[in-house]
T-cell receptor
Framework: KNQVEQSPQSLIILEGKNCTLQCNYTVSPFSNLRWYKQDTGRGPVSLTIMTFSENTKSNGRYTATLDADTKQSSLHITASQLSDSASYICVVSDRGSTLGRLYFGRGTQLTVWP | EADIYQTPRYLVIGTGKKITLECSQTMGHDKMYWYQQDPGMELHLIHYSYGVNSTEKGDLSSESTVSRIRTEHFPLTLESARPSHTSQYLC??????????????FGPGTRLTVL
Protein backbone atom coordinates (compact mmCIF):
# COMPACT_ATOMS: atom_id res chain seq x y z
CA LYS A 1 0.00 0.00 0.00
CA ASN A 2 1.37 3.39 -0.99
CA GLN A 3 1.81 5.51 2.11
CA VAL A 4 3.55 8.63 3.36
CA GLU A 5 4.43 8.85 7.05
CA GLN A 6 5.68 12.03 8.71
CA SER A 7 7.32 12.64 12.05
CA PRO A 8 7.08 14.21 14.46
CA GLN A 9 3.35 14.90 14.43
CA SER A 10 3.99 18.25 16.12
CA LEU A 11 7.03 20.24 17.14
CA ILE A 12 7.63 23.38 19.20
CA ILE A 13 10.88 25.29 18.88
CA LEU A 14 12.19 28.70 19.89
CA GLU A 15 12.70 31.44 17.35
CA GLY A 16 16.16 31.30 15.79
CA LYS A 17 16.62 27.56 16.34
CA ASN A 18 16.96 24.95 13.61
CA CYS A 19 14.74 21.91 13.17
CA THR A 20 14.40 18.87 10.94
CA LEU A 21 11.18 17.21 9.86
CA GLN A 22 11.08 13.62 8.60
CA CYS A 23 9.14 11.86 5.86
CA ASN A 24 9.15 8.14 5.05
CA TYR A 25 7.27 6.77 2.08
CA THR A 26 6.42 3.48 0.41
CA VAL A 27 5.11 4.90 -2.87
CA SER A 28 6.18 2.96 -5.93
CA PRO A 29 7.03 3.58 -8.68
CA PHE A 30 8.45 6.84 -7.38
CA SER A 31 8.36 10.00 -9.47
CA ASN A 32 9.03 12.94 -7.18
CA LEU A 33 8.67 14.25 -3.65
CA ARG A 34 7.42 17.67 -2.65
CA TRP A 35 7.33 19.57 0.59
CA TYR A 36 4.43 21.97 1.07
CA LYS A 37 3.85 24.59 3.76
CA GLN A 38 0.26 25.08 4.88
CA ASP A 39 -0.59 28.05 7.08
CA THR A 40 -3.65 27.71 9.26
CA GLY A 41 -6.81 28.24 7.23
CA ARG A 42 -4.90 28.46 3.94
CA GLY A 43 -4.07 26.14 1.07
CA PRO A 44 -0.67 24.41 0.84
CA VAL A 45 2.18 26.25 -0.90
CA SER A 46 4.99 24.34 -2.58
CA LEU A 47 8.46 24.71 -1.01
CA THR A 48 10.59 22.18 -2.90
CA ILE A 49 10.29 19.36 -5.39
CA MET A 50 12.86 16.59 -5.89
CA THR A 51 13.01 13.87 -8.48
CA PHE A 52 14.73 10.49 -8.18
CA SER A 53 18.14 11.84 -9.21
CA GLU A 54 18.18 14.77 -6.79
CA ASN A 55 19.26 14.34 -3.19
CA THR A 56 19.08 17.90 -1.94
CA LYS A 57 17.17 21.05 -2.82
CA SER A 58 17.16 24.43 -1.08
CA ASN A 59 14.67 27.26 -0.97
CA GLY A 60 15.98 30.04 1.24
CA ARG A 61 16.11 28.75 4.81
CA TYR A 62 14.45 25.49 3.79
CA THR A 63 16.62 22.56 2.68
CA ALA A 64 15.09 19.26 1.65
CA THR A 65 17.00 16.00 1.27
CA LEU A 66 15.97 12.79 -0.43
CA ASP A 67 17.34 9.27 -0.10
CA ALA A 68 15.48 7.32 -2.76
CA ASP A 69 17.15 4.06 -1.70
CA THR A 70 15.81 4.17 1.85
CA LYS A 71 12.69 6.11 0.75
CA GLN A 72 13.28 8.87 3.24
CA SER A 73 13.22 12.64 3.02
CA SER A 74 13.85 15.43 5.48
CA LEU A 75 13.11 19.13 5.57
CA HIS A 76 15.58 21.24 7.51
CA ILE A 77 14.60 24.73 8.59
CA THR A 78 17.44 27.05 9.54
CA ALA A 79 17.18 30.03 11.89
CA SER A 80 13.45 29.62 12.40
CA GLN A 81 11.12 32.61 12.38
CA LEU A 82 7.67 33.11 13.85
CA SER A 83 6.24 32.99 10.33
CA ASP A 84 7.51 29.43 9.96
CA SER A 85 4.69 28.30 12.26
CA ALA A 86 2.59 26.10 9.97
CA SER A 87 1.93 22.53 8.95
CA TYR A 88 4.59 21.03 6.67
CA ILE A 89 3.27 18.36 4.36
CA CYS A 90 5.29 15.74 2.50
CA VAL A 91 3.74 14.74 -0.83
CA VAL A 92 4.97 11.89 -3.02
CA SER A 93 3.99 11.37 -6.65
CA ASP A 94 4.06 8.08 -8.51
CA ARG A 95 4.75 7.44 -12.18
CA GLY A 96 1.61 5.41 -12.72
CA SER A 97 -0.20 7.91 -14.88
CA THR A 98 0.02 11.33 -16.47
CA LEU A 99 -2.11 12.57 -13.57
CA GLY A 100 0.88 11.97 -11.31
CA ARG A 101 -1.08 10.49 -8.46
CA LEU A 102 -0.20 12.33 -5.23
CA TYR A 103 0.11 10.71 -1.83
CA PHE A 104 -0.10 13.13 1.08
CA GLY A 105 1.34 12.82 4.56
CA ARG A 106 -0.61 14.13 7.53
CA GLY A 107 1.88 16.89 8.08
CA THR A 108 4.07 18.06 10.94
CA GLN A 109 2.60 20.97 12.87
CA LEU A 110 5.47 23.33 13.65
CA THR A 111 5.09 26.08 16.24
CA VAL A 112 7.81 28.69 16.64
CA TRP A 113 7.78 30.57 19.94
CA PRO A 114 9.43 33.95 20.50
CA GLU B 1 1.40 33.52 -5.06
CA ALA B 2 -0.90 31.46 -7.25
CA ASP B 3 -3.99 33.02 -8.83
CA ILE B 4 -6.55 30.53 -7.67
CA TYR B 5 -9.61 31.62 -5.78
CA GLN B 6 -12.26 29.92 -3.71
CA THR B 7 -15.55 31.25 -2.43
CA PRO B 8 -16.96 31.28 0.08
CA ARG B 9 -14.06 30.97 2.54
CA TYR B 10 -16.43 29.90 5.32
CA LEU B 11 -19.92 28.45 5.10
CA VAL B 12 -22.31 27.30 7.82
CA ILE B 13 -25.54 25.74 6.60
CA GLY B 14 -28.32 23.45 7.74
CA THR B 15 -28.79 19.82 6.81
CA GLY B 16 -30.49 19.19 3.47
CA LYS B 17 -29.42 22.42 1.80
CA LYS B 18 -27.91 22.46 -1.67
CA ILE B 19 -24.55 24.24 -1.87
CA THR B 20 -21.99 25.08 -4.51
CA LEU B 21 -18.37 25.78 -3.69
CA GLU B 22 -16.72 27.98 -6.28
CA CYS B 23 -13.16 27.65 -7.60
CA SER B 24 -11.56 29.80 -10.27
CA GLN B 25 -8.02 30.12 -11.58
CA THR B 26 -6.55 32.69 -13.93
CA MET B 27 -3.40 30.79 -14.88
CA GLY B 28 -4.90 28.93 -17.84
CA HIS B 29 -4.20 25.57 -16.22
CA ASP B 30 -5.85 22.54 -17.77
CA LYS B 31 -5.81 20.30 -14.70
CA MET B 32 -7.94 21.09 -11.69
CA TYR B 33 -8.61 19.18 -8.48
CA TRP B 34 -10.80 19.12 -5.41
CA TYR B 35 -9.46 17.80 -2.12
CA GLN B 36 -11.10 17.23 1.24
CA GLN B 37 -9.08 17.76 4.42
CA ASP B 38 -10.09 17.15 8.00
CA PRO B 39 -8.06 18.70 10.87
CA GLY B 40 -4.75 16.96 11.39
CA MET B 41 -5.39 14.59 8.53
CA GLU B 42 -4.01 14.21 5.02
CA LEU B 43 -5.63 15.67 1.91
CA HIS B 44 -7.89 13.28 0.02
CA LEU B 45 -8.59 13.72 -3.69
CA ILE B 46 -12.33 13.70 -4.38
CA HIS B 47 -12.55 15.02 -7.97
CA TYR B 48 -10.25 16.06 -10.78
CA SER B 49 -10.43 17.32 -14.33
CA TYR B 50 -8.00 17.22 -17.25
CA GLY B 51 -9.77 20.03 -19.07
CA VAL B 52 -13.11 21.32 -20.32
CA ASN B 53 -15.86 18.67 -20.21
CA SER B 54 -13.53 16.26 -18.37
CA THR B 55 -14.36 15.20 -14.81
CA GLU B 56 -13.25 12.15 -12.84
CA LYS B 57 -13.83 10.86 -9.33
CA GLY B 58 -10.85 10.74 -7.02
CA ASP B 59 -9.79 8.25 -4.39
CA LEU B 60 -12.17 9.29 -1.64
CA SER B 61 -15.81 8.54 -2.29
CA SER B 62 -17.81 11.74 -2.22
CA GLU B 63 -21.46 12.57 -2.68
CA SER B 64 -20.48 15.83 -4.32
CA THR B 65 -20.45 16.47 -8.06
CA VAL B 66 -18.32 18.77 -10.21
CA SER B 67 -18.50 20.36 -13.64
CA ARG B 68 -15.93 21.88 -16.00
CA ILE B 69 -17.65 24.01 -18.59
CA ARG B 70 -14.88 26.60 -18.72
CA THR B 71 -11.14 26.15 -18.28
CA GLU B 72 -10.93 28.61 -15.42
CA HIS B 73 -13.93 27.41 -13.42
CA PHE B 74 -14.38 24.15 -11.47
CA PRO B 75 -17.36 24.33 -9.07
CA LEU B 76 -18.26 21.59 -6.60
CA THR B 77 -21.90 20.93 -5.67
CA LEU B 78 -23.54 19.11 -2.79
CA GLU B 79 -27.22 18.45 -3.56
CA SER B 80 -28.17 17.77 0.06
CA ALA B 81 -25.61 18.65 2.70
CA ARG B 82 -25.22 16.49 5.82
CA PRO B 83 -23.15 16.92 8.99
CA SER B 84 -20.74 14.25 7.65
CA HIS B 85 -19.82 16.73 4.89
CA THR B 86 -18.33 19.11 7.44
CA SER B 87 -14.71 19.56 6.37
CA GLN B 88 -12.26 21.84 4.58
CA TYR B 89 -12.43 21.71 0.79
CA LEU B 90 -9.33 22.71 -1.17
CA CYS B 91 -9.23 23.41 -4.89
CA UNK B 92 -6.00 23.15 -6.86
CA UNK B 93 -4.78 23.48 -10.43
CA UNK B 94 -1.70 22.53 -12.43
CA UNK B 95 -0.49 23.01 -15.99
CA UNK B 96 -0.96 20.10 -18.36
CA UNK B 97 2.61 19.53 -19.49
CA UNK B 98 2.31 15.77 -19.49
CA UNK B 99 4.66 15.13 -16.60
CA UNK B 100 4.03 14.19 -13.01
CA UNK B 101 6.39 16.93 -11.80
CA UNK B 102 3.79 19.63 -12.39
CA UNK B 103 3.29 21.60 -9.21
CA UNK B 104 -0.25 21.90 -7.96
CA UNK B 105 -1.26 25.38 -6.86
CA PHE B 106 -3.84 25.47 -4.11
CA GLY B 107 -6.61 27.90 -3.32
CA PRO B 108 -7.20 29.14 0.24
CA GLY B 109 -9.92 26.57 0.88
CA THR B 110 -13.56 26.63 1.98
CA ARG B 111 -14.35 25.64 5.53
CA LEU B 112 -17.80 24.00 5.43
CA THR B 113 -19.86 23.31 8.54
CA VAL B 114 -23.18 21.51 8.21
CA LEU B 115 -25.41 21.69 11.27
Amino acid sequence: KNQVEQSPQSLIILEGKNCTLQCNYTVSPFSNLRWYKQDTGRGPVSLTIMTFSENTKSNGRYTATLDADTKQSSLHITASQLSDSASYICVVSDRGSTLGRLYFGRGTQLTVWP
Amino acid sequence: EADIYQTPRYLVIGTGKKITLECSQTMGHDKMYWYQQDPGMELHLIHYSYGVNSTEKGDLSSESTVSRIRTEHFPLTLESARPSHTSQYLCASSPRTGTSTDTQYFGPGTRLTVL
